[in-house]
């Protein structure tokens, strides 16, 4: 059957260094993979999105890898501050017309000062 | 622009009631979304419009769950009778048209529906 993990629950780490997420995935061939992020009570907001062709990603502190081969994807945040805590979520996105999301359950990142 | 707009905020019913949610989509966005996301868990697609056609309510319980979106515009998810297992939060979020795929979505902050 299709799965979706992200490799924890709760991340915690000290504020300064860098934080690594992962999203690993069976059964599944999607065409893109995208990060988002979820604080308390409120909407995912998108983060980055990568294509199945296209190794890594890089946005300011974010950068994304995605390994088709491994069927994994790393989300990674240098110099990370406690503003950065929040949940992040990977979904995929299988391609196509039709066009939908599925998303990881989610890893919580908590940074300390 | 304007965001994905929910209403309402929260919602708390007793089991075996109804209840609807409201959702307008960004101006211009032709694809809307309805999930659902129960406590630590990720959001679940329950369905997808395409303009006010519907392309994917596979995973939509349709004997108590409905939804609309009258001239491709704002949507109504309704749950009717509720379920205790219908306490979750309901996330509406809309996109461009993007070839090949979903592209980025735009989420709302979400209708909190506990049912007692």
């Known amino acids: 059957s299709q799965k979706i993990e992200q490799n924890s629950e709760a991340l915690n780490i000290q504020e300064g260094k860098t934080a690594t997420l992962t999203c690993n995935y069976t059964?599944?061939?999607?065409?893109?993979l995208q990060w988002y992020r979820q604080d308390p009570g409120r909407g995912p907001v998108f983060l980055l999105l990568?294509?199945?062709?296209?190794k890594e990603k890089r946005k300011e502190r974010l950068k994304v890898t995605f390994d088709t081969t491994l069927k994994q994807s790393l989300f990674h945040i240098t110099a990370s501050q406690p503003a950065d805590s929040a949940t992040y979520l990977c979904?995929?996105?299988?391609?196509?017309?039709?066009?939908?999301?599925?998303f990881g359950k989610g890893t919580k990142l908590s940074v300390k000062p | 622009e304007a965001g994905v707009a929910q209403s309402p905020r929260y919602k708390i019913i007793e089991k075996r009631q109804s209840v609807a949610f409201w959702c307008n989509p960004i101006?211009?966005?032709?694809?809307l979304y309805w999930y659902q996301q129960i406590l630590g868990q990720g959001p679940k697609l329950l369905i997808q419009?395409?303009?006010?056609?519907?392309?994917?309510d596979s995973q939509l319980p349709k004997d108590r769950f409905s939804a609309e979106r009258l001239k491709g515009v704002d949507s109504t998810l309704k749950i009717q009778p509720a379920k205790l297992e219908d306490s979750a939060v309901y996330l509406c979020?809309?996109?461009?048209?993007?070839?090949?795929?979903?592209?980025?979505?735009?989420f709302g902050e979400g209708s909190r529906l506990t049912v007692l």
């Open positions: 059964n599944y061939s999607p065409a893109y």
């Open positions: 101006s211009g966005h032709a694809t």
């Open positions: 990568i294509r199945e062709n296209e």
């Open positions: 979020a809309s996109s461009r048209r993007f070839t090949g795929g979903a592209g980025e979505l735009f």
């Open positions: 419009f395409q303009n006010n056609g519907v392309v994917d």
């Open positions: 979904a995929l996105d299988p391609g196509g017309s039709q066009g939908n999301l599925i």
